[in-house]
């Protein structure tokens, strides 16, 4: 409920923007900083504050936001599955490899 509230007054303050495009081009960087470094609190709540902009905005302007949940779904399962193969081939790597995209 608390995380609602507080989407529900940044779209809010969101509504007086002029220059939207400003505000999309920062939280696409951070919304990225987040994702590459694993620091957001909620994917839940990151989805739903692009859900909120695109009812506000539309599908254009939230796309890209939706994309980079997409790429990193996309990272992980790519890393899981080079794990799973390295694990059958018998091989091991001198080294702990995390990669992200």
């Keep these: 409920e608390?995380?609602?509230?507080?989407?529900?007054?940044v779209?809010?303050?969101f509504r007086f923007l002029r220059d939207k495009d400003?505000?999309?081009?920062?939280?696409?960087?951070h919304?990225?900083?987040?994702?590459?470094?694993?620091t957001s609190v909620s994917e839940?709540?990151?989805?739903?504050?692009i859900?909120?902009?695109?009812m506000e905005c539309g599908f254009q302007f939230t796309s890209k936001l939706e994309g980079m949940f997409q790429?990193?779904?996309?990272n992980t399962d790519a890393n899981r599955e080079f794990e799973t193969w390295l694990s059958n081939s018998g091989q091991e790597l001198p080294l702990q490899l995390q990669v992200t995209v």
Excluded at 2 to 9: A, D, F, G, Q
Excluded at 22 to 28: A, D, I, N, R, T
Excluded at 31 to 38: A, T
């Design 51 to 54: 859900a909120k902009l695109k």
């Design 2 to 9: 608390e995380m609602e509230r507080t989407l529900n007054s």
């Design 31 to 38: 919304l990225s900083k987040r994702l590459l470094s694993n």
């Design 11 to 13: 779209i809010a303050a």
């Design 71 to 74: 790429d990193i779904h996309l």
């Design 44 to 49: 839940d709540g990151e989805r739903q504050m």
């Design 22 to 29: 400003v505000f999309e081009k920062y939280y696409k960087q």
